[in-house]
T-cell receptor
Framework: EAQVTQNPRYLITVTGKKLTVTCSQN?????MSWYRQDPGLGLRQIYY???????DKGDVPEGYKVSRKEKRNFPLILESPSPNQTSLYFC???????????FGDGTRLSIL | GQQLNQSPQSMFIQEGEDVSMNCTSS?????WLWYKQDPGEGPVLLIALYKAGELTSNGRLTAQFGITRKDSFLNISASIPSDVGIYFC??????????????FGQGTTLQVKP
């Protein structure tokens, strides 16, 4: 089954404790992206990747890092999480950058 | 940055009624997309529109890409309880490096009374 898989689905942690949210897709998609969803703001892009080893900032990249060492994986790294990063996070992928993106089921992060 | 204005913010309708929602922008987009999000899940693509003026249907759903490329609407006919959820519009911009940045509206929350 074609899918975008995120882990964990839920995480409660404390300020400053490094965490990684993994994202994996099995569709051989070139383009992958991370979004955060906050009430009243819709989804906003954090980072995206056009292909392996090619990443770039989205609209809200501060406090986040990403890497794309393999085509299928695109982890989101919070080196020193803060409470304002409490949010619902989505990973998405598409075959190419200009095609509709398919989303994972989300990761709810709470930073205390 | 670019913004999309999606309206209405929420709707509470009776089963069987038709629904209409729309998105407007001050910017031109290359593609318009409509997604639906169910509780606890990620957005699922409903309809993709690629040309100004294009009218596309997917079952009871119909969406149009505005002539000016700055707006789009989504209609749902004969609503049923499983239509409940949050509907998002998204405009897609094609960058010079083949990027496809998505700009999302704030969402329309739809509730259907049986």
């Amino acid at each position: 089954e074609a899918q975008v898989t995120q882990n964990p689905r839920y995480l409660i942690t404390v300020t400053g404790k490094k965490l990684t949210v993994t994202c994996s897709q099995n569709m051989n998609h070139e383009y992958m992206s991370w979004y955060r969803q906050d009430p009243g703001l819709g989804l906003r892009q954090i980072y995206y990747s056009m292909n392996v080893e090619v990443t770039d900032k989205g609209d809200v990249p501060e406090g986040y890092k990403v890497s794309r060492k393999e085509k299928r994986n695109f982890p989101l790294i919070l080196e020193s999480p803060s409470p304002n990063q409490t949010s619902l996070y989505f990973c998405a992928s598409s075959l190419r950058g200009r095609q509709p993106q398919h989303f994972g089921d989300g990761t709810r992060l709470s930073i205390l | 940055g670019q913004q999309l204005n999606q309206s209405p913010q929420s709707m509470f309708i009776q089963e069987g009624e038709d629904v209409s929602m729309n998105c407007t922008s001050s910017s031109i987009f290359n593609t318009w997309l409509w997604y639906k999000q169910d509780p606890g899940e990620g957005p699922v693509l409903l309809i993709a529109l690629y040309k100004a003026g294009e009218l596309t249907s997917n079952g009871r759903l119909t969406a149009q890409f505005g002539i000016t490329r700055k707006d789009s609407f989504l209609n749902i006919s004969a609503s049923i309880p499983s239509d409940v959820g949050i509907y998002f519009c998204a405009g897609q911009l094609y960058g010079s490096s083949n990027t496809g940045k998505l700009i999302f509206g704030q969402g329309t929350t739809l509730q259907v009374k049986p």
